[in-house]
């Protein structure tokens, strides 16, 4: 994401002010936003390697080294940002970070929020019921669970890196995609598509992941202070998400952009069964039964 208000910026910029402060200046963190080191799946190599130390992404990117951490992003399952918390501040979120650093060397040291749930934003059709998302190409991550979250919507996915989203509207490549008010209005996304559509389909948990091997690396005593420095830069990035998507969505109907609300309901039933069917596939019931509750 561009530099600056968005969620992963937020989150990644107030970890370096922290953690440098916290260390006294024995640790030096630079922030290289706007996909400088390369597109998401790029960093994610790199990240496993060692060659980047820290990432601030979406769980979405993980899911395909990762498959039981699409649970985090299973359509329609989170209520809102109050019960996404309660589970991964708690029991699943430490066991979701032990299984990301065996399976792929890299460790969560804190969740944080996207700046709103995901919405459908649509270049030239306003969509106002269910129904009017079929046929539709949306761009969406490059996950399964994402993929799979679009075709149960009704319309037609295509996966696509984030970087290609503006020029694939403008050229009418994709009809539209999903994201969050707050991405849309920073990414001027509105200068060339004209809806968004309140379908609040996914959360976006976010993670401070670092590299375990970077970790290993670290002298002795400074490790524990980089993660209270994650976890104090999560509660901040945390505190200013309702706020800046509020503000989003009021901005860009201010630019043009036609705002509609959409039953969601509609969608729960086949929703239910995804998630059973997935979590199952992915042995991570347990993950998903302590999401129900």
């Known amino acids: ?114 700046f709103g749930f995901r919405q459908v934003v649509t270049r030239s059709r306003e969509v106002r019921q269910p129904g009017q998302l079929a046929g539709l190409k949306l761009r969406t991550i490059q996950s399964p669970i994402y993929v799979k979250a679009v075709e149960l919507m009704g319309a037609s996915p295509t996966p696509m890196a984030f970087g290609e989203v503006y020029t694939s509207l403008q050229t009418g490549v994709i009809d539209g995609y999903e994201h969050d008010a707050s991405t849309t209005l920073q990414q001027r996304f509105f200068e060339v598509a004209r809806f ?22 670290l002298p002795p005593g400074l490790r524990p202070r980089l993660e209270e420095a994650a976890l104090e830069a999560a509660a901040r990035q945390r505190s200013i ?33 995804l998630w059973r069917t997935q979590a199952r596939e992915m042995d991570a019931a347990a993950w998903l039964g302590a999401a129900l509750g």
Do not use: C, N
């Open 1 to 114: 994401m561009a530099a600056g208000p968005t969620a992963l910026h937020a989150l990644g910029d107030t970890f370096r002010r922290l953690a440098e402060a916290a260390t006294g200046g024995a640790v030096e963190i630079r922030v290289f936003p706007s996909g400088t080191l390369g597109q998401e799946r790029e960093v994610v190599q790199q990240l496993q390697e060692g060659l980047v130390d820290f990432m601030v992404s979406g769980t979405a990117i993980w899911g395909s080294v990762a498959p039981k951490l699409q649970v985090f992003d299973f359509p329609f399952l989170w209520r809102d940002w109050g019960h996404v918390h309660g589970v991964v501040d708690g029991r699943v979120g430490r066991e979701a970070a032990d299984y990301l650093e065996a399976a792929v060397r890299v460790r969560p040291l804190a969740w944080g929020d996207s």
């Open 241 to 273: 998400g309702d706020r800046e998507d509020r503000t989003a969505t009021d901005r860009l109907s201010e630019l043009g952009m036609k705002v509609s609300e959409i039953d969601r309901g509609a969608f729960l039933g086949a929703a239910e069964e």
């Open 196 to 217: 968004m559509a309140r379908t609040r389909h996914i959360a976006g948990v976010l993670g401070l992941f670092a590299s375990t091997v970077g970790l290993a690396r």
